[in-house]
C-alpha cells in the first residue's frame, strides 16, 4: 500500500511569493497527480506526470522517481490560487490497482 | 465536450434509506473511479469499473455499499441502508481506455455528490 505525505500541511503567504508544496510517496508509481480542490469542493487535475517536468502557466510540477518525491511550484501567487493542493498516485499500470491513493493536501491561503 | 456529470449534486437521506449517486463520464471514456471524501479528511478510493466490469473494488466497504457501470447510461454508486458515518462528499473520475500500449491516462474528476444522513 503506497503511503503519500505532503508537506507543508497548511500554508499562508503574501501574493506574488514564490510557493513550493512538497509530496513524498513510498511505493513504485506509474503515475503522480496534482489536484487542486476549491473552498466550493470541485476537484481539478492540475497536472499529471510519471518522470521529468511539466509546467502550465505560473505552475509546475517536477518528480523525481529515484528518491520518489514530487513538487509542486506556483510563481508570482495570487489570492485565487487559494485552495487544498492534492498529490495523488497511481501504483497500477492498467488492469487494477489505477484508484489514486491522495496525500492529506495542503492548504494554501495567499493574502492580498 | 461536456465535463464528468454527477447527479444530484446535494442528497439527503435518512437514516436506512437508500442513496443512489449517478456519474455520467466524458464523451469517449469507458473507465469510472468513485472515490469519497469523508468530512475533514482526504480523498480514499472506492472502485473502479469499466463498462460491465468492476475491475478493483478493493476500496469499497463489504457490506451496502455497490457500483455499476452498465452498457448503456450512467455509473451508480448504490448505498443501502444508509447511516450517519456515510455523509460524505462523493467523486466520481473518468479517464479513456488505454490504447497503443499506453496504460496511463489521466482522470478527470466530476463536481462530486454531497451525502448528508440524517
Not at chain 1, 10 to 22: K, M, R, S, V, W
Not at chain 1, 27 to 44: E, F, K, N
Not at chain 2, 34 to 60: A, C, H, T
Not at chain 2, 67 to 92: H, N, T
Request: aromatic content about 8%; glycine content about 10%.
Amino acid at each position: 500500500k503506497n503511503e503519500v505525505e505532503q508537506s507543508p500541511q497548511n500554508l499562508t503567504a503574501q501574493e506574488g511569493e514564490f510557493i513550493t508544496i512538497n509530496c513524498s510517496y513510498s511505493v513504485g508509481i506509474s503515475a503522480l497527480h496534482w489536484l487542486q480542490q476549491h473552498p466550493g469542493g470541485g476537484i481539478v487535475s492540475l497536472f499529471m506526470l510519471s518522470s521529468g517536468k511539466k509546467k502550465h502557466g505560473r505552475l509546475i510540477a517536477t518528480i523525481n522517481i529515484q528518491e520518489k518525491h514530487s513538487s509542486l511550484h506556483i510563481t508570482a501567487s495570487h489570492p485565487r490560487d487559494s485552495a487544498v493542493y492534492i498529490c495523488a498516485v497511481r501504483s497500477g499500470s492498467g488492469g487494477g490497482a489505477d484508484g489514486l491513493t491522495f496525500g492529506k493536501g495542503t492548504h494554501l491561503i495567499i493574502q492580498p | 465536450n461536456a465535463g464528468v456529470m454527477q447527479n444530484p449534486r446535494h442528497l439527503v437521506r435518512r437514516r436506512g434509506q437508500e442513496a443512489r449517486l449517478r456519474c455520467s463520464p466524458m464523451k469517449g471514456h469507458s473507465h469510472v473511479y468513485w472515490y469519497r471524501q469523508l468530512p475533514e479528511e482526504g480523498l480514499k478510493f472506492m472502485v473502479y469499473l469499466q463498462k460491465e466490469n468492476i475491475i478493483d473494488e478493493s476500496g469499497m466497504p463489504k457490506e451496502r455499499f455497490s457500483a455499476e457501470f452498465p452498457k448503456e447510461g450512467p455509473s451508480i454508486l448504490r448505498i443501502q441502508q444508509v447511516v450517519r458515518g456515510d455523509s460524505a462528499a462523493y467523486f466520481c473520475a473518468s479517464s479513456p481506455s488505454p490504447s497503443g500500449g499506453f496504460w496511463v491516462y489521466e482522470q478527470y474528476f466530476g463536481p462530486g455528490t454531497r451525502l448528508t444522513v440524517t
